[in-house]
């Protein structure tokens, strides 16, 4: 039997029991499937995420950064897997497959390191305008 991946929709793995097959490009073999989630289920996660988001904002930016530091960690960890489902999903050479996931890494890493402020772009009667200027 072919590994069954479900989704992570409010804290919680979900599967409605519906499946779709992933297949390997290269043989046509089917490596694992994923659930078949219609509007119902993107509408749940919608409404989690944005749920989420309310504490998320809300979080001090240090630990903001070092929970997207602890990501690219697990992402660093898990690279050999995930490069090789990445290279078995869709076909990628396992090159560019090794510089996404590595990448990914990387790009978490640097990013939660950034410094965003507003500038005033416009601030006049009909509106005011902020401007997001990122330093690093």
């Known amino acids: 039997m072919v590994a069954q991946y479900t989704n992570l929709i409010n804290g919680e793995m979900f599967d409605n029991g519906q499946w779709i097959d992933v297949v390997n490009p290269a043989n046509e073999k089917v490596i ?3 659930p078949a989630c219609g509007s119902a289920e993107l509408d749940t996660a919608v409404a989690a995420a944005r749920a ?23 992402i660093e960890e898990n690279s050999d897997e995930l490069i090789r489902l990445l290279t078995s999903e869709q076909g990628k050479p396992h090159a560019e497959a090794t510089q996404e996931i590595i990448g990914a890494s990387m790009m978490a890493a640097a990013q939660s ?6 500038e005033v772009a416009e601030d006049s009667e009909q509106r005011r305008l902020l401007r997001c200027v990122w330093r690093n």
């Open 113 to 118: 390191t950034f410094d965003l402020d507003d």
């Open 32 to 34: 694992g499937q994923v």
């Open 52 to 74: 989420a988001f309310k504490t998320w904002s809300r979080t001090p930016i240090k630990d903001r950064r070092a929970a997207i530091q602890r990501i690219s960690a697990i």
